[in-house]
């Protein structure tokens, strides 16, 4: 599920929250394994719960808690989904926008290249008119 914990020789073995004191002067690595450990810690203490409660050692209101962390955690997944979609959908709209933009200024420009090779053919022609006479 999580990546294998390692734990550094010098973190000793108390863990949970009070394992992330002081991250603020932890180097990248230290941080991460640190996070690494309170993920599998928590990982497992919702497993462990879930299989005392299949067992009939804990009741459905002492599990309560973990049920509303879990929602905590799947409705902040949705907002961040909801979230992403809509930006997703903003930027495909401005795609769109330009799509029609960028077709426009290909219009324009085709339109001035032809305008352009009209009045130099004109101009092509009153010159060789002009040298045969």
């Given amino acids: ?5 390692q734990p550094p020789r010098t973190y000793g073995s108390s863990g949970g929250a009070l394992s992330l004191t002081g991250l603020e002067s932890m180097s990248a690595a230290e941080k991460t394994a640190r996070i690494i450990a ?3 810690d ?4 919702i497993i462990y719960i879930a299989k005392q409660a299949e067992a009939g050692n804990l009741t459905n209101s002492q599990i309560i808690p973990i049920y509303n962390f879990i929602d905590s955690i799947l409705g902040l997944e949705r ?8 930006e997703l959908d903003k930027q495909g709209s ?7 933009q960028h077709s426009r200024d290909i219009e324009e420009l085709t339109k ?4 352009t090779i009209t009045q130099m053919k004109v ?11």
Avoid: G
């Fill in 112 to 115: 001035c290249a032809m305008e």
């Fill in 94 to 100: 401005r795609i769109a926008l330009m799509e029609k």
């Fill in 42 to 45: 928590m990982a497992a203490s």
């Fill in 79 to 86: 907002s961040q989904t909801k979230s992403l979609m809509r």
């Fill in 123 to 133: 101009r092509i022609a009153q010159l060789e008119k002009n040298s045969t006479a």
């Fill in 38 to 40: 309170v993920a599998n």
């Fill in 1 to 5: 599920m999580f990546e294998k914990y």
